[in-house]
């Protein structure tokens, strides 16, 4: 099992910044992918980020150039700083950490920060 524990959600106005962190225990695998989504409601959760542990990333094309997603492999945590927020950023936000053994996939999600983008 992996647990995640995320913090860093929060109200901020819109053009402001917030920064999600996400920090992984448990049953770590060397290699995984770390990533975020986000829910907002009457809406399907969609991937936001995702960062691979050889630090490859992917991003939804609404956040390019705002959002960045990092990691600290010595410390299981994924980052996501959130620049220039707008109010269609409101969701809550999971974190998501993936990881294969002899060719299974195994998938954890955290309980979720809230991020409130006010106009």
């Known amino acids: 099992q992996v647990q995640l524990v995320e913090s860093g959600g929060g109200l901020v106005q819109a053009g402001g910044s917030l920064r999600l962190s996400c920090a992984a225990s448990?049953?770590?695998?060397?290699?995984?992918?770390m990533g975020w989504y986000r829910q907002a409601p009457g809406k399907q959760r969609e991937l936001v980020a995702a960062?691979?542990?050889?630090?490859?990333?992917n991003y939804a094309d609404s956040v390019k150039g705002r959002f960045t997603i990092s990691r600290d492999n010595a410390k299981n945590t994924v980052y996501l700083q959130m620049n220039s927020l707008k109010p269609e950023d409101t969701a809550v936000y999971y974190c998501?950490?993936?990881?294969?053994?002899?060719?299974?996939?195994?998938?954890?999600w955290g309980q979720g920060t809230q991020v409130t983008v006010s106009s």
């Open positions: 998501n950490y993936r990881k294969q053994i002899f060719g299974t996939t195994y998938e954890y």
């Open positions: 960062i691979t542990s050889g630090a490859s990333t």
């Open positions: 448990g049953s770590i695998s060397t290699l995984n992918t």
